[in-house]
């Protein structure tokens, strides 16, 4: 019974591509987001969305697109993959949405390698 | 069951008091241990610990980590008010991503 659930959790394509990335989590949270782990394992925050809508854009280019069909699940789908979107991508979901020292609970990660 | 574990789940200490922090894992292919800080928007992160009986330090924080007994400790020393947040272990295990503890929520009272 995860709680937050990426996938996939491996993903090599080439220069170019569009792919997607899913997430889901069945905790019932209104709240959830996507992170990018740089190679110094910092995490930076990509997006928030807070049932179903966009509170966070942080400057992230415009070939990632978030879409949220339902407050369960938070799909990150990126266009013309380029070398440099390769990282490990993290979704997680909150109860809150924009409050300090809210607990958050995360996905194990997508390794995504672009060639 | 859980892979990482943290404790405890909240504490609550006055300013300057010094707090240690838990986080034990199994054993499954360990790579690197990770202490992060939550922020309001991403997670800040401490250390990353990948041998046994090193401590790291940045300031009043320092980690260990024991390999042999799967856990490693935060400290904070002489704690402040802006010390108070959620704290996040996560292991890296190889070929399995990496999985975050549900964190201590640590609470400074002036």
């Known amino acids: 019974d995860t709680a937050v659930s990426q996938t996939p959790k491996y993903l090599v394509t080439q220069m170019g591509n569009d792919k997607s990335i899913k997430c889901e989590q069945n905790l019932g949270h209104d709240t959830m987001y996507w992170y990018k782990q740089d190679s110094k394992k910092f995490l930076k925050i990509m997006f928030s969305?807070?049932?179903?809508?966009?509170?966070i854009n942080e400057t992230v280019p415009n070939r990632f697109s978030p879409k949220s069909p339902d407050k369960a699940h938070l799909n990150l789908h990126i266009n013309s993959l380029e070398l440099g979107d390769s990282a490990v991508y993290f979704c997680?979901?909150?109860?809150?949405?924009?409050?300090?020292?809210?607990?958050?609970?995360f996905g194990q990660g997508t390794r995504l390698t672009v060639v | 069951e859980d892979k990482v574990v943290q404790s405890p789940l909240s504490l609550v200490v006055h300013e300057g008091d010094t707090v240690t922090l838990n986080c034990s894992y199994e054993v499954t292919n360990f790579r690197s241990l990770l202490w992060y800080k939550q922020e309001k928007k991403a997670p800040t992160f401490l250390f990353m610990l990948?041998?046994?009986?090193i401590e790291k330090k940045s300031g009043r924080l320092s980690s260990i980590l024991d390999k042999k007994e799967l856990f490693s400790i935060l400290n904070i020393t002489a704690t402040q008010t802006g010390d108070s947040a959620i704290y996040l272990c996560a292991v890296e295990f190889w070929a399995d991503g990496l999985t975050f503890g549900k964190g201590t929520h640590l609470i400074i009272q002036p």
């Open positions: 997680a979901s909150s109860p809150r949405g924009g409050a300090r020292d809210t607990e958050a609970f």
């Open positions: 990948t041998s046994s009986g």
């Open positions: 969305y807070n049932n179903k809508e966009l509170i």
